[in-house]
């Protein structure tokens, strides 16, 4: 196996991939640019979902191979191993793991060990984006004591961290690395420029400026938010909602409070530049999530809207578990609009306060931009290459009939 002979370390990301629409192919673009500037002797390639064709393709930026090989749903991996022995194995094979793409049963892991028993990989990690409590009622829940197969398992929140732990997954083999920050870039430029460059009229942009970015589904709290605006009709508002609808429902929501509210609405998909640009408008991040019980993720708008450096006024939910950590007096109890309504009018009658406050989140902010993340990951993929190859931990035949 040439893999490492050459002192190069070579990864190979099992992921989604832009131009995809979905969070977790931006999130592994994002880490392996930052790996690739931190290091740009490391041999990356994606090995992605066959959802948009089956073609190979360079992302000529990056200087990335991306390969689709996979077909989502856990449909089966024999593109995966095959790509693997083509490029005659890799060092790492780590696996962006989403439910939503991945599936829940076992074919995965069995694939991982596999690879690694035909010698194709030398360490295998996954990133768990999404973990399950058992109180869910989510199946999925059981693909968690399979995680032990691994490596290692990244998490990127406490509350991810120690659900693990309760459910069996060794201690030693989780290690949290936050999702990664970008500081805007936009920070400071004239508000007509930004609101030009996004086809927004910047006459239509009045009073204060609530940006609420990110794909349009219920679980974001629109209707929190604009039951919560009905209470602060003296204020002079214009509320941005910005990003891709998923949920025809949602868009009446929005469609219904235009005769009340002054919204600006931009439906369609946004790179992260340009939701970057969308932050550069705020005068305050809105975030009113209702996360499903025994869910727990972590936001990478919040992450966004982080680098911002603006007030953020979000619900104490999982997935902004970050915010309540350093920012909790600007966090709401979820499905609350009334406390949505006296948080917003705070923050109005506050706000050099308020920025102030925020002080220890845009600290948090700068800690986790995305190349000390990259470095995180680098340190962990170095670490397990130099140690000894880690003992299969697959559980007996019965339970993994039992996940499949």
Request: glycine share 8%; aromatic share 8%; net charge neutral.
């Amino acid at each position: 196996m040439s893999h490492g002979s050459s002192g190069r370390i070579r990864i190979a990301f099992l992921s989604r991939y832009p131009p995809m629409h979905c969070g977790v192919g931006e999130y592994t673009r994002l880490l392996a640019s930052a790996l690739r500037s931190i290091a740009p002797w490391l041999d990356v390639v994606v090995l992605t979902s066959t959802r948009r064709g089956k073609k190979p393709w360079r992302d000529e930026l990056l200087g990335i191979e991306v390969l689709p090989v996979f077909d989502e749903g856990d449909q089966g991996y024999e593109g995966m191993l095959d790509a693997l022995a083509a490029m005659e194995g890799v060092d790492v094979l780590h696996v962006q793991h989403e439910y939503g793409i991945f599936g829940r049963s076992v074919r995965l892991v069995k694939a991982v060990e596999q690879a690694r028993n035909e010698g194709l990989v030398r360490r295998a990690v996954i990133t768990m984006h999404t973990v399950f409590h058992p109180s869910s009622g989510r199946e999925e829940s059981g693909f968690q004591e399979l995680l032990n197969t691994f490596d290692a398992i990244i998490v990127h929140s406490i509350l991810q961290e120690f659900e693990l732990q309760w459910q069996g997954v060794e201690p030693s083999r989780i290690h949290r690395i936050p999702h990664g920050t970008l500081i805007n870039p936009y920070l400071g430029f004239p508000r007509n420029v930004l609101a030009s460059s996004l086809g927004i009229k910047p006459g239509l942009l009045r009073g204060l400026i609530l940006v609420v970015p990110g794909f349009l589904r219920p679980d974001k709290g629109f209707d929190v938010l604009f039951e919560a605006l009905s209470q602060l009709e003296s204020l002079n508002t214009t509320v941005v909602v910005a990003g891709e609808p998923r949920d025809k429902s949602v868009m009446g929501v929005i469609e219904a409070a235009r005769a009340r509210q002054n919204i600006v609405l931009i439906d369609r998909y946004l790179s992260n530049d340009e939701i970057l640009r969308v932050i550069g408008l705020a005068d305050i991040l809105v975030l009113p999530y209702k996360d499903k019980a025994g869910t727990y993720s972590v936001s990478g708008i919040l992450h966004l809207s982080m680098g911002g450096l603006k007030p953020i006024v979000g619900s104490r939910t999982p997935r902004l578990v970050e915010l309540y950590q350093y920012a909790p007096r600007l966090t709401v109890p979820p499905r609350d609009p009334v406390e949505l309504a006296k948080k917003i009018r705070w923050v109005v009658n506050n706000y050099d306060y308020a920025v102030a406050y925020m002080a220890t989140l845009y600290g948090y902010a700068a800690r986790t931009q995305w190349p000390r993340m990259a470095r995180r990951h680098l340190e962990l993929y170095t670490k397990l290459l130099a140690g000894k190859p880690r003992e299969p931990s697959l559980p007996d035949e019965e339970s993994i009939a039992s996940t499949d």
